[in-house]
């Protein structure tokens, strides 16, 4: 790989974004996903030069066979409005996701993929991999990622204006201008310290979106006060168990925690399942990364014959930034 460093794409979390803005077709397909994708790729590379992107994509995650239950609710018939709405931006995302590949193809913009892990599986591969030596910039709007935060590694969220790095993720870092205008610190947000205790928030509360549940009575911010209050879970259970803590003196919710061994069951699944640092995930299977070339008349073709005339107006000064991409 190149010396310089990346910005790592979450292709699934990108393209929804996109899905849900003003629908462009040409005939019956759809391209607004495509569009909307690539226009904030321009946007970002113009302004991080020095990182090479990569878009990770989706495989079909490892979780399912460790937790049946995992994302369950997305298989199942839309009802409600709001069903109905998310139902129809999946599908518009999946109808536009091979001309998307071909536009990423076309820009000389890498892909990665393996077939049992998720986009944010393979941002903790690579975190793990070159966090030491390359400075990594994350793009989703998935706050899962915030576990993944380290002196050189920057979560950020360009579609609802969010950025939080390594210094801004501390409850007394007062210091808000270097977040810069329009983001949030990171202690105003998720009220925490560092990014590793972010995993046993999420642990603790579980995350409906995937199905997965909580260890019952403690919502986001009982975890949130557990892990600033004891500064993790396990040194939690470690004062319960050399008895410096009074168990009969906690509250209801966390003395249930402590004395449940089915909620501590519950936490150990949860760690497994939603862990980015856990040495239980498996290894990649069928790893795949793409090496394309920038193909600007290529590119230039495909603008036409998708009618993306903004981009060909000024072909030229729109393609500039994707001429630093190196494979």
Not at 2 to 27: C, P, V, Y
Not at 106 to 111: H, Y
Not at 119 to 144: E, H, T, W
Not at 187 to 197: A, F, K, N, T, Y
């Amino acid at each position: 790989m190149s010396s310089k460093g990346f910005m790592l794409i979450d292709e699934s979390n990108w393209g929804h974004a996109a899905a849900a803005t003003q629908r462009l077709s040409i005939g019956e397909q759809e391209t607004h996903v495509v569009f909307g994708f690539i226009r904030r790729l321009r946007s970002i590379l113009a302004t991080f030069p020095m990182l090479n992107p990569i878009s990770l994509a989706d495989g079909i995650s490892w979780r399912y066979e460790r937790f049946p239950e995992y994302k369950a609710s997305r298989n199942k018939e839309p009802e409600t409005k709001q069903e109905l709405k998310i139902a129809e931006i999946r599908k518009g995302f999946k109808s536009q996701k091979k001309l998307l590949i071909q536009a990423l193809g076309l820009l000389g913009v890498r892909r990665m993929h393996a077939l049992n892990l998720e986009a944010d599986d393979l941002a903790a591969m690579l975190v793990k991999r070159y966090a030491g030596d390359r400075r990594i910039l994350m793009l989703s709007g998935d706050k899962d990622w915030l576990q993944l935060v380290r002196p050189s590694v920057t979560w950020m969220d360009v579609i609802n204006d969010r950025r939080i790095g390594f210094k801004t993720f501390s409850e007394n870092n007062k210091n808000t201008a270097s977040v810069g205008l329009g983001f949030e610190r990171a202690g105003e947000w998720v009220g925490i310290s560092r990014p590793d205790q972010w995993a046993d928030v999420k642990c603790l509360m579980g995350d409906t979106s995937d199905g997965v549940p909580g260890v019952g009575g403690i919502g986001e911010k009982g975890a949130i006060e557990l892990v600033r209050k004891y500064g993790s879970v396990a040194n939690f259970f470690n004062m319960v168990l050399d008895k410096s803590l009074d168990v009969d003196s906690l509250p209801k919710k966390l003395k249930d925690f402590a004395l449940s061994v089915e909620k501590n069951d519950i936490f150990r699944r949860n760690d497994m399942l939603m862990n980015l640092d856990s040495r239980l995930a498996p290894k990649p299977n069928g790893l795949t990364l793409s090496s394309p070339k920038l193909d600007k008349e290529g590119f230039r073709e495909f603008c036409s014959a998708w009618m993306f005339q903004s981009i060909l107006t000024d072909f030229d000064n729109w393609i500039e930034p994707f001429e630093g991409v190196t494979s």
